[in-house]
C-alpha cells in the first residue's frame, strides 16, 4: 500500500469490514476482555472512533507548521484502565463512520504537497502525511482483526468477574 489512492480506498471502506464484524460479536463476549490489560472487541471498536481527532489535528499541525513535533499516543499508559469500556458503543460506531467520511473529504482535496509534508515523531525514523495515513488504515485492521479473533474464539475460561 504506497499510493495514496489506495490508501484513502482503504481508510474509506474501513467502516465497512468494522461494523459489521462488530455487530457479529454476541453480546455476552462484547465486553469481555480476553486477559487482564487485553482489549475486549468492544474496546477495539471504542478505540477506532476514539483516535480519530487526533489525527485530524495532527494532519493540521503538520500542513501548518514548519517544523511539527508529533508527541505518541500511548492509550495503555496515558487513559484510565476502563476508559474505552465506558464509552457508549453505539454512539462511537456513529462517530466511527462520520469521522471517518470527514477525513476521506479531507484527503481527498490535500493536494499533492500535502502528502510528503513530514514531522518530528520520535517511534519513527521518517513520518509524512502519507505515512500517517497508511499507518492509519494498517491500525484499522489491526483492530479489525483484533475483533475477529475475539469473535472467532474458541472457548472462553469461566469469567472470574461473574
Known amino acids: ?78 487513559d484510565p484502565d476502563d476508559l474505552l469500556l465506558r464509552m457508549d458503543l453505539d454512539a462511537s460506531l ?10 476521506v473529504a479531507r484527503l481527498q482535496a490535500l493536494d499533492p504537497t500535502g502528502w510528503v509534508r513530514t514531522a518530528e515523531h520520535e517511534e519513527y525514523r521518517t513520518y509524512s502525511v502519507f505515512i500517517m495515513f497508511r499507518h492509519l488504515a494498517l491500525h484499522d485492521f489491526l483492530h479489525a482483526y483484533r475483533i475477529e479473533e475475539l469473535l472467532l474464539r474458541p472457548n472462553w475460561p469461566a469469567d472470574p468477574y461473574s
Open 1 to 78: 500500500m504506497n499510493s495514496i489512492p489506495a490508501v484513502i480506498d482503504a481508510l474509506r471502506r474501513a467502516p465497512e469490514i468494522v461494523l459489521p464484524l462488530v455487530q457479529e460479536v454476541p453480546p455476552d463476549i462484547l465486553k469481555r476482555r480476553p486477559a487482564p490489560r487485553r482489549w475486549s472487541a468492544h474496546e477495539h471498536a471504542c478505540h477506532l472512533a476514539h483516535v480519530h481527532s487526533l489525527f485530524f489535528n495532527w494532519l493540521e499541525l503538520m500542513l501548518r507548521d514548519p517544523a511539527p513535533v508529533i508527541r505518541p499516543y500511548m492509550p495503555g499508559d496515558q
Open 94 to 103: 456513529a462517530q466511527f463512520v462520520a469521522d471517518r467520511r470527514r477525513l
